[in-house]
T-cell receptor
Framework: GQQVMQIPQYQHVQEGEDFTTYCNSSTTLSNIQWYKQRPGGHPVFLIQLVKSGEVKKQKRLTFQFGEAKKNSSLHITATQTTDVGTYFCAGQPGNQFYFGTGTSLTVIP | NAGVTQTPKFQVLKTGQSMTLQCAQDMNHNSMYWYRQDPGMGLRLIYYSASEGTTDKGEVPDGYNVSRLKKQNFLLGLESAAPSQTSVYFC????????FGQGTRLTVV
């Protein structure tokens, strides 16, 4: 079954509100990656975190990797309609990528 | 600048029919992957290949076979299609991040 779980499954926010999705792995990960999939599209790589406790920012997006390298979060500040899509985390316990179940974000204008 | 190319984009099969999904990458990646995406299930790994000539089972390999005869190609075969295999299939390649194809929407009736 899934080694990487993600919550929530769905999130509806008003434009301008913040949004956070959480990713949890049953095993220690060598790294965690985040992808975004627009409706009808394919997943696109956003970022990779490698170090324990690492925090990275991309404009309004903040990514964190937990100290134990088993969990991660993506936080979006002041959502915009362009943020709509499904956000996936992916862990690499070995050579392959195991994806989380994804969080579908809807932004209400 | 093709990246990862999947064919076909859409396919309808009758139960019991067989078919092969094609995937080609021009980025000289060693690793290639096949995923299926179903609502609420995220991206589940079917098979992956760490290098030309090698393949390994992922989370949901039953009913599928793969071949990696050339480094740039990874083929996914459905031996005897079943309605449960109705899904969107994504091929990906990459060693440190996954680059996805556009997807194949398969319906088995």
């Amino acid at each position: 079954g899934q080694q990487v779980m993600q919550i929530p499954q769905y999130q509806h926010v008003q434009e301008g509100e913040d949004f956070t999705t959480y990713c949890n792995s049953s095993t220690t990960l060598s790294n965690i990656q985040w992808y975004k999939q627009r409706p009808g599209g394919h997943p696109v790589f956003l970022i990779q975190l490698v170090k324990s406790g690492e925090v990275k920012k991309q404009k309004r997006l903040t990514f964190q990797f937990g100290e134990a390298k088993k969990n991660s979060s993506l936080h979006i500040t002041a959502t915009q309609t362009t943020d709509v899509g499904t956000y996936f985390c992916a862990g690499q316990p070995g050579n392959q990528f195991y994806f989380g179940t994804g969080t579908s974000l809807t932004v209400i204008p | 600048n093709a990246g990862v190319t999947q064919t076909p984009k859409f396919q309808v099969l009758k139960t019991g029919q067989s078919m092969t999904l094609q995937c080609a990458q021009d980025m000289n990646h060693n690793s290639m992957y096949w995923y299926r995406q179903d609502p609420g299930m995220g991206l589940r790994l079917i098979y992956y290949s760490a290098s030309e000539g090698t393949t390994d089972k992922g989370e949901v390999p039953d009913g599928y076979n793969v071949s990696r005869l050339k480094k740039q190609n990874f083929l996914l075969g459905l031996e005897s299609a079943a309605p449960s295999q109705t899904s969107v299939y994504f091929c990906a390649s990459g060693n440190t991040e996954a680059f996805f194809g556009q997807g194949t929407r398969l319906t088995v009736v």
